[in-house]
C-alpha cells in the first residue's frame, strides 16, 4: 500500500455492490473502485466523491466515469462556495 493509498477514506459501500461477498473489505482503494464500477448511480454524496477525486489517478475506471467523478467535484465545490 502507498502512502497516498493509506491516506485515502474509509467510505461505505452500498450494500447492492457487495454481490460477491457479504462485507467490504478495509482497503479503501477497493471500496472506492467498486462504487467507481457504478458511479453516478451511486456513491454522489459530498464525502464519496471527494475521496473519489483523491483517489483518482489511482482507480482503475474507463476515462468517462474519471470525468463524471471531476465534473462532481466541481459541482460539490461550485456548491460549497456559493453557501
Do not use: K
Not at 477514506?9 to 472506492?32: F, G, H, K, N, T
Not at 473502485?33 to 489517478?57: E, H, K, Q, S, W
Amino acid at each position: 500500500m502507498t502512502q497516498r493509498e493509506a491516506t485515502l477514506p474509509l467510505v461505505e459501500v452500498p450494500q447492492s455492490l457487495l454481490w460477491d461477498r457479504a462485507v467490504a473489505p478495509l482497503d479503501p482503494l477497493w471500496r472506492l473502485n467498486r462504487i467507481a464500477t457504478r458511479f453516478p448511480a451511486v456513491g454522489t454524496d459530498r464525502a464519496t466523491v471527494a475521496a473519489l477525486y483523491a483517489a483518482l489517478p489511482l482507480l482503475t475506471t474507463p476515462l468517462e466515469t474519471r470525468v463524471l467523478i471531476e465534473l462532481y467535484e466541481e459541482a460539490w465545490r461550485a456548491r460549497r462556495s456559493q453557501q
